[in-house]
């Protein structure tokens, strides 16, 4: 056991170097957005959300064609990864990056790694069910999908959107400040009381 954990830890540390080697160029660009998803000041949370409704604001008033919507953000990807590691030394300077920045790079690449690991696992797990429950997996996967389709119908699209953006941009500053596991806490408590309070009508 000791031996499959050691094997899976050097793995992950190779996929971690593997990493931080592919996104050194946005190393300095990465810290400042790691700074404001995590609220390092008070005001970022405020001009997180600002600058996301501004966005959804300019695509709900040009109102682009999914095509056109679609050639822009590839277009403003391709000029970012040709820009960013050129322009980010220039802007934060890059003799300025302590060993403390390093620590944190690190542990942000290592933390994006177990996420994607994460994933492929949900992935996989979603296939054995399909294997070894395939009643289960239908009836999981088609109820899921009615409930979103309804949700999309009920909602805007755009403004699902932005939803989920938002609450994906503000989830790393609400976990940091301990918001989401403060009321995650409450829920759990709330959800034992009414447990307990049917087992004793039950009794």
């Known amino acids: 056991m000791a031996e499959g954990d050691n094997k899976s830890a050097n793995v992950l540390a190779q996929e971690t170097a593997q990493l931080e080697e592919q996104l050194q160029g946005w190393g300095e660009v990465i810290l400042a957005g790691d700074q404001v998803l995590r609220w390092k000041k008070p005001w970022f949370p405020g001009a997180l959300m600002a600058a996301t409704t501004l966005v959804f604001m300019m695509i709900y008033y040009l109102d682009p064609s999914v095509l056109t919507g679609l050639s822009c953000t590839v277009m403003l990807l391709c000029l970012s990864d040709y820009l960013v590691p050129t322009l980010a030394p220039r802007i934060f300077g890059s003799n300025k990056w302590s060993s403390e920045q390093q620590q944190r790079f690190h542990e942000i690449c290592g933390n994006l790694v177990k996420t994607q690991r994460r994933i492929i696992g949900w992935w996989k797990r979603l296939f054995s069910l399909k294997e070894e429950k ?61 447990l307990k309070q049917k087992e004793k009508k039950n009794e």
């Open 134 to 194: 395939p009643k289960m997996y239908f009836a999981s996967v088609i109820s899921s999908l009615v409930a979103v389709a309804w949700m999309g119908q009920q909602v805007h699209n755009l403004f699902l959107t932005y939803l989920i953006v938002s609450f994906l941009l503000l989830l790393p500053g609400l976990n940091q400040h301990g918001v989401i596991s403060k009321y995650a806490g409450m829920a759990k408590r709330e959800i034992n009381k009414l």
